[in-house]
């Protein structure tokens, strides 16, 4: 069982930052100004659910850590100037943290929350609507960058 004491802080600080990436590339994938604010929230209420089924111990830790991070209002640290492909190039390296440092079941639970993460924030919101009438749930831009996130993720 992996825990957070077996990662070095960095590493942690990784593993934090990568889900709140794949959100984000997610959003700007297809900025519409109406649908960002719904499209944040779904990304933290699907990084703050409680993990069910195996590789529990970490992501645990990792909720935990969000969690505690809203009550401080911070968020993981990161560098707001990194371009797209250095964005997936971070996802993907958080992917084999978990693969070399983690039971293959934790780093199965770990991409599945990566994976979820994007796909709830994708599905926030209409995109291409006008007052409401018209849209698509995902857009082909959001899909696109959801397949990008599959592939960083080894997927």
Same mark, same amino acid.
């Given at each position: 069982?992996? !825990? ?8 942690? @600080?990784? &593993? +934090?930052?990568?889900?709140?990436v %794949?959100?984000? =590339? /997610?959003?700007?994938?297809d ?43 911070? !968020? ?8 797209? @492909?250095? &964005? +997936?190039?971070?996802i993907?390296a %958080?992917?084999? =943290? /978990? ?17 979820n993460?994007a ?37």
């Amino acid at each position: 069982m992996t !825990t957070k004491d077996d990662l070095t802080p960095d590493e942690w @600080e990784h &593993l +934090l930052t990568a889900p709140w990436v %794949a959100g984000i =590339l /997610v959003v700007f994938a297809d900025t519409h100004i109406t649908g960002m604010a719904g499209e944040f929230r779904a990304l933290w209420q699907s990084l703050t659910v409680e993990p069910t089924g195996t590789g529990q111990s970490i992501m645990t830790e990792l909720i935990a850590d969000l969690q505690d991070s809203e009550s401080d209002e911070d !968020t993981p640290a990161g560098d707001e100037d990194l371009d797209k @492909e250095e &964005l +997936l190039a971070l996802i993907s390296a %958080a992917a084999h =943290l /978990v693969d070399t440092r983690c039971r293959p079941d934790e780093a199965a639970a770990y991409k599945d929350w990566i994976r979820n993460a994007a796909t709830a924030t994708a599905e926030a919101s209409k995109e291409s609507w006008f007052f409401g009438v018209g849209g698509e749930r995902v857009s082909d831009k959001e899909k696109a960058a959801m397949a990008e996130i599959d592939t960083a993720l080894g997927r």
